[in-house]
């Protein structure tokens, strides 16, 4: 099970810390954890991916703003949000799958999913 958190209304340029915590796996088990988004009326898009065996993959739309950090011992993985802009807006999920994040880690199948947390981007 995976439990995304920390969403919430920000204003624009401001940071925002999302984080996703699983159970019932162990991340540094060898396993590949992303962060998605879906904006509205808009298709879910693929952020970053972050894996023990290959680092850290972003989106290109990412361009330095976000960051993503682990704390294994309380089985977590943190995303941070600067510069916030508007297109911003939408739900954040967390996935996870056994193995590396791939070339294209956005089109790979994920066993578990949580529920999504909702930032609002908006003065």
């Known amino acids: 099970q995976l439990v995304e958190s920390g969403g919430g209304l920000v204003q624009p340029g401001g940071s925002v810390r999302l984080s996703c915590v699983g159970s019932?796996?162990?991340?540094?088990?060898?396993?590949?954890i992303a962060w998605f988004r879906q904006a509205p009326g808009k298709e879910r898009e693929g952020v970053s991916c972050?894996?023990?065996?290959?680092?850290?993959s972003f989106a290109d739309f990412v361009k330095g703003r976000f960051t993503l950090s682990r704390d294994d011992a309380k089985n977590t993985v943190n995303v941070e949000v600067n510069m916030l802009k508007p297109e911003d807006t939408g739900i954040y999920y967390c996935?996870?799958?056994?193995?590396?994040?791939?070339?294209?880690?956005?089109?790979?199948?994920?066993?578990?999913w949580g529920q999504g947390t909702q930032v609002t981007v908006s003065s």
């Open positions: 996935a996870a799958h056994r193995g590396l994040c791939g070339s294209e880690w956005y089109r790979s199948s994920y066993d578990y």
């Open positions: 019932g796996f162990t991340f540094d088990d060898d396993y590949a």
């Open positions: 972050l894996s023990t065996t290959n680092g850290v």
